[in-house]
């Protein structure tokens, strides 16, 4: 879905490579109707509410998550669906899945400083637990499902989302002393924080787990 403010041309590409017949749009009725919605986002947190705000695409999302239609949230994106974010004071998000958005932290490990934005490529794990969890379950039943633990995916950002329940989060991240959470599940509701169309043919196979499930239900 288009809002000013994603990587459109980036995913729909994607799309296209995994078989999705997609295309870009702020129609809200052409939204709602979609087999599945994309929320890409580049660029800051408030910024991008406001623009959902403007183009009155809010209350649509909102819809299309309690619907069961698949949503998949994108780096910004995937913020967008929590419910606040600290990026330039508080501001309210979707609020689709609990929890806030806050900044990574400059830190140093052996000797070498890790400077805020993460740029680059880093490893996505299963979520560390204690006791027992059904993580492993939980990344198979995903759009990650195809993805091996321990792939390098492509990241841009300078804050994470933290979702209250620790039992949404699929993958985690490792940026110097913080395991941030990389990617999320609830119900058919999908956040990544790496952008898989630019994380090569691991990343591409987010989408084509897309389409897998997508057809699976036709």
């Known amino acids: 879905m288009d809002y000013g403010l994603g990587n459109l041309f980036s995913v729909k590409h994607a799309c296209g490579h995994a078989g999705l017949d997609a295309a870009i749009t702020s129609d809200r ?44 949230g994108i780096c910004l994106g995937m913020q967008l669906l929590m419910s606040e974010s600290q990026e330039f004071g508080s501001s309210p998000g979707l609020g689709i899945v609990d929890g806030d958005v806050v900044r990574l932290e400059d830190s140093e490990i052996q000797g070498r400083r890790l400077k805020v934005p993460h740029i680059g490529w880093s490893r996505i794990e299963e979520r560390r637990h204690n006791g027992n969890s059904n993580a492993a379950d939980r990344w198979r039943a995903s759009l990650i499902e195809e993805v091996p633990e321990g792939s390098f995916m492509y990241f841009v950002h300078s804050y994470y989302a933290r979702p209250v329940d620790p039992e949404v989060i699929l993958s985690t991240t490792r940026y110097g002393p913080i395991d941030f959470c990389s990617s999320f599940r609830k119900e058919r509701v999908f956040g990544c924080q790496f952008h898989p169309e630019r994380s090569g043919p691991l990343g591409l196979r987010v989408y084509h787990q897309l389409y897998k499930l997508l057809t699976s239900t036709s």
């Open 29 to 72: 009725d052409d939204i709602f109707s979609s087999r599945a919605v994309i929320l890409p986002g580049v660029g800051a947190f408030r910024d991008a509410m406001e623009a959902l705000v403007r183009q009155d695409l809010v209350a649509v999302l909102k819809d299309v998550a309690r619907s069961g239609t698949p949503l998949i």
